[in-house]
């Protein structure tokens, strides 16, 4: 590969990449940090939490829990089922980490977010994008997530509530992030199957298993459609 | 610190990690049949369409649909501009500064 292995570039690059990430994180991290101090978590314990967990949803959730009196069992189990739709991520981002030994994969392993994953597939696309930028990327965003949440536990709700639109910075780099994935009329076509059964799924069942549900179901339709289309281009279909 | 709550952050941990990192293993280091690999090219654009659709569409706690918020509002013309721009960095500001302009008309 030609990209530059030099460590300054290195990290430079993978800290500016990661620059919508850290500022969608700060109004969340602040925010989660004050729920879990109400609810008698010191600031240690809550870094604790954002650094061995680290997944936004499955904190709020368990800390909700927490102060319901729920047991140890059953947070732990919700945190499973939240957390799974990154199995999907993660066998989406083995093609682009092949060859990479078992510990830097293990590291790897624990930076995949929602938003690192979606920055990071995006970016893979790219000649000047590795696996080195985008483990630090991955830890750029897990310290601003693990500093927001601390800061946020010393009672610190320092942004108030929508400023500057601040909590739109996530879902304004995802749509991006959806649109820079779209490389043809079939990406399309998988995108609103997938939208739309989501939504559908998100209405008819609780908690957030619709996200796999409708991923797996679109990408197969997908796949199924594509070679539908090669077979129909094969035996002499129109063009 | 209690150490329940040592053993609940560490259980959480656990469980997380392990999807994150399965697929990794497993997935990274052999050659993947074509299948397989078609599938895992259309999973960026469903789960990030998956992501995306019910937080702009739906609300509330046991969640029902409502397309009269100003994230689904904010949404079109950034999508948009996404798509004509191609930009990361533009799409994020002029996503923030529509969101906070809309949200001024929503109270």
């Known amino acids: ?239 | 610190m209690k150490a329940d709550y040592l053993l609940l952050v560490l259980g959480m941990g656990i469980v997380t990690y392990l999807p994150r990192w399965v697929p990794l293993i497993l997935l990274s280091r052999r050659q993947l049949p074509e299948w397989l690999k078609q599938w895992l090219d259309f999973v960026p654009v469903a789960v990030l369409s998956a992501l995306i659709l019910p937080a702009v569409v739906t609300t509330g706690d046991s969640r029902h649909l409502d397309v009269f918020q100003p994230a689904l509002l904010v949404s079109i013309p950034v999508f948009i501009f996404a798509w004509k721009t191609r930009s990361l960095a533009g799409t994020v500001i002029v996503g923030m500064a529509l969101f906070w302009i809309a949200g001024k008309f929503f109270h």
Request: glycine share 10%; net charge positive; proline share 3%.
């Open chain 1, 1 to 239: 590969m030609s990209v530059s292995h030099n460590l300054r570039t290195v990290l430079k690059d993978g800290i500016t990449a990661a620059w919508p990430i850290c500022l969608g994180y700060a109004p969340i991290g602040l925010a989660f940090g004050v729920l879990a101090q109400k609810t008698g978590l010191s600031p240690g314990e809550i870094g604790l939490m954002s650094l061995l967990v680290f997944a936004g949803s499955a904190q709020f959730i368990a800390v909700s829990m927490l102060s319901g009196g729920a047991a140890a069992i059953p947070i732990i189990l919700t945190t499973f089922t939240v957390n799974l739709r990154h199995l999907l991520m993660s066998s989406s981002l083995a093609v682009h980490l092949q060859r990479l030994n078992a510990g830097w994969l293990s590291l790897y392993a624990y930076g995949i977010t929602d938003e690192s994953f979606a920055l990071n597939i995006a970016r893979f696309r790219e000649e000047t994008w590795d696996w080195r930028r985008a483990l630090v990327l991955n830890h750029t965003a897990n310290l601003a997530w693990i500093a927001s949440t601390v800061i946020g536990g010393y009672g610190g709700q320092f942004i108030p509530a929508g400023a500057f639109g601040i909590d739109y910075a996530l879902p304004a780099m995802f749509i991006c992030l959806l649109v820079l994935q779209i490389r043809g009329g079939l990406y399309v076509v998988v995108a609103v199957i997938a939208g739309f059964l989501a939504v559908v799924f998100s209405l008819l069942f609780p908690g957030n298993a619709y996200i796999v549900a409708a991923t797996v179901a679109a990408a197969t339709i997908g796949v199924f459609m594509r070679n539908w289309k090669k077979e129909v281009g094969e035996n002499g279909g129109a063009s």
